[in-house]
């Protein structure tokens, strides 16, 4: 004997090997088609029979339940309950076989929209209203399936569906995977072997590699897009009436950037003193004159955070606007937030001597590094006959920046750390800083890589004076017991550094206090600190009663956390499209590029001309900075990576000996 049951929503057939009780209580060991071993009872049984056999009865069934009219099957249907058997009898007629009540169990299970199952073999037919809402779905469904196929096929060949380029970066970035185009997009990719960038990008949905790069930034960080918005800034009568009690400060301020710097956000004063001394003026741009916490541009900043840099442009934290009204450009006094120190005439920092105040700038000049930095040297600075703009006054900040320095490196051995090295680092080692410059050539962006080593007089000026000004800044706001965005280095480990809204040490920069307040357009946490800074210079030992945040605020600590995680966000952006153009460099000239890298640790290489890290095991097992010549090939500029092969392995001594006999002007042999 065979039974007809349900299992999981499928009509299947089964084959009685034994039976027991009788009436309801009968139950039956069986062997399902797929031969497991079943136990069933009566209860869960729809139909007995002994002919035809159970697999030629399901074979039979499965292809006359496809002819079933289920439409006709519910208009012959009761509207009450009703059996299997009953609506077989009304369907077939009474000389129905197993086969054909099979077929219509299996037609009845399958059709939910027409039919309710209410229990073992029974139904009951489905609300006039809800066969016709379900009939719609069905057919919505069936026609969106076809667009489904039809947007799969056109991808497939290279076109990308004209209904769908509207939408293409919410495709890409934040899809609705229950969506047509979604399902689309996968099934072309599943049929091709591509990525859904891959194919995107075949298709010209999106134009390049870099536009996938920068679209899955600007979704995560700028969903609502990057520009800012035209009718938030600061109007001209807001900012008159800023600067309006602003002192005229009596010196001739310059400030120090390379070419590419448009937010001048420092400046740099030397004036004498009676005493044979000098006044040192470090001069910041002071856009929290015209800002106040939780206004319309607050927002804006507290927002973004920071500047976002990257190769080739920029996405500023401020409106152009602003930055217009408040970089300290030549020709005209600007406001600024300006601290003052006094040194000897062997460039001794009285640091007991640190004034702050808020004032009219007169800006004489804007340095550049790449007109400068070349000629400005130890001894070009005590050359009279030295003709470079602002030499008098680079011999005062040079001399006074090695004390500095000194004083910093001393602290650093204190804290059970290394001195470092005044001046240019070693020849033979590889550059850390890179002027990336990208530029259109004949219709095709190219990328030229320009290597900067640190250490050079003009970069230590600015350097030592940056770090002091953001330790004055540091101690003032400890020693008038107002919070703000410290910036401290302690112990070891990875999370060693980190922002904090109580003074405490930077042991790597060999300083008690460090908050950073020298770049007030460009990162929310100087503008923040220049706030509370604006408050002290104001009103000095009342600072605490008036100032923006006051101790323990909890907005000025998720302020912390907040700019921390962001800052970071945005430095491994850069990163990633530096990287990117690293490749582009390799990839522009066509074919593979032969060039030197050397080994880091663990397998990871860097090549010398560009900074690309790049996996090369087999310098795993080599010294550190081991040099190799290397081919790269096989780019994606999607992925990030590209494949090496290793040409020569050069020893340590070979090395050494080429830096010596062959310097280049980066400071890395040939």
Request: aromatic share 8%.
């Amino acid at each position: 004997m065979n039974l007809v049951y349900e299992e999981g929503g499928d009509i299947k057939v089964a084959t009685v090997q034994s039976a027991s009780g009788t009436g309801d209580a009968e139950s039956w060991q069986a062997t399902s088609l797929s031969g497991k071993k079943i136990k069933l009872k009566a209860k869960e049984v729809w139909l007995r029979f002994d002919k035809p056999e159970a697999q030629a009865l399901m074979d039979e069934a499965q292809l006359l339940s496809k002819d079933i009219d289920l439409q006709f099957l519910w208009d012959c249907a009761p509207e009450e309950e009703f059996s299997l058997i009953d609506v077989a009898l009304e369907y077939f007629g009474p000389q129905v076989n197993n086969s054909q009540q099979v077929a219509l169990a299996i037609a009845l299970q399958g059709a939910p929209v027409f039919f309710r199952r209410k229990g073992r073999g029974r139904f009951q037919r489905a609300p006039l209203e809800q066969l016709q809402a379900g009939l719609a779905a069905i057919e919505r469904k069936q026609k969106e399936l076809e667009q489904q196929t039809l947007w799969q096929e056109e991808l497939v060949s290279g076109k990308f569906p004209e209904a769908l380029k509207s939408s293409s970066n919410q495709l890409l970035f934040s899809p609705d995977k229950n969506t047509s185009a979604y399902k689309a997009l996968i099934a072309a990719c599943s049929e091709t072997g591509e990525s859904p960038a891959q194919l995107m990008i075949r298709c010209a949905a999106i134009e390049s590699p870099l536009a996938y790069h920068q679209g899955l930034f600007l979704k995560a960080h700028f969903p609502n897009g990057s520009a800012h918005n035209q009718n938030i800034g600061v109007d001209q009568a807001a900012y008159d009436a800023a600067i309006a009690q602003l002192p005229l400060a009596p010196v001739r301020a310059f400030s120090i950037d390379d070419a590419g710097t448009t937010e001048i956000d420092d400046a740099l004063s030397v004036s004498d003193l009676e005493t044979g001394g000098h006044r040192v003026g470090i001069h910041i741009a002071a856009p929290g004159l015209a800002i106040a916490k939780d206004d319309p541009l607050d927002r804006v900043a507290r927002d973004r955070m920071s500047t976002v840099y990257f190769p080739g442009d920029k996405i500023t934290m401020l409106p152009d606007s602003v930055i217009e009204q408040f970089s300290l450009d030549e020709g005209a006094p600007r406001p600024a937030l300006s601290i003052y120190v006094d040194i000897d005439a062997q460039g001794h920092v009285d640091r007991d001597s640190i004034q702050m105040r808020a004032e009219m700038v007169p800006m004489a000049a804007n340095l550049r590094l790449e007109d400068l930095e070349h000629l400005v040297s130890d001894d070009s600075l005590l050359d009279e006959a030295a003709t470079y703009p602002f030499r008098k006054e680079l011999a005062v900040l040079w001399r006074a920046a090695k004390h500095l320095h000194a004083s910093r490196q001393e602290k650093r051995i204190a804290n059970g750390l290394r001195s470092e090295q005044l001046g240019v680092i070693d020849p033979n080692a590889l550059a850390r800083d890179f002027y990336f410059e990208v530029a259109p050539i004949d219709g095709v962006e190219q990328i030229e890589i320009t290597p900067r080593q640190r250490g050079s007089v003009l970069d230590t000026i600015v350097a030592e004076w940056m770090i002091f000004c953001n330790s004055a800044s540091g101690q003032l706001l400890a020693d008038h017991g107002l919070p703000g965005l410290f910036r401290t280095q302690k112990g070891w480990g990875p999370l060693r550094t980190r922002m904090q809204t109580s003074p405490g040490p930077h042991e790597g920069l060999g300083l008690d206090y460090y908050a950073w307040c020298t770049s007030p357009l460009r990162r929310y946490s100087d503008l923040v600190n220049q706030w509370q800074l604006i408050a002290l210079a104001k009103h000095g030992v009342t600072a605490k009663m008036v100032a923006p945040f006051p101790p323990h605020d909890a907005v000025l600590m998720g302020i912390a956390a907040d700019f921390e995680s962001c800052y970071q966000a945005y430095g491994e952006y850069q990163d990633r499209l530096e990287k990117y153009w690293c490749l582009r460099w390799i990839t522009q000239e066509g074919g593979s590029k032969t060039v030197f890298a050397r080994h880091l640790k663990e397998g990871m290489s860097r090549l010398e001309l560009v900074p690309l890290h790049l996996p090369i095991p087999e310098l795993a097992t080599h010294p550190r900075m081991t040099r190799a010549q290397v081919q790269i090939d096989n780019v994606d500029l999607l992925q990030l990576s590209a494949g090496v092969r290793v040409l020569e392995i050069e020893s340590l001594a070979k090395i050494a000996q080429e830096a010596v006999e062959n310097p280049t002007e980066d400071g890395t042999s040939e």
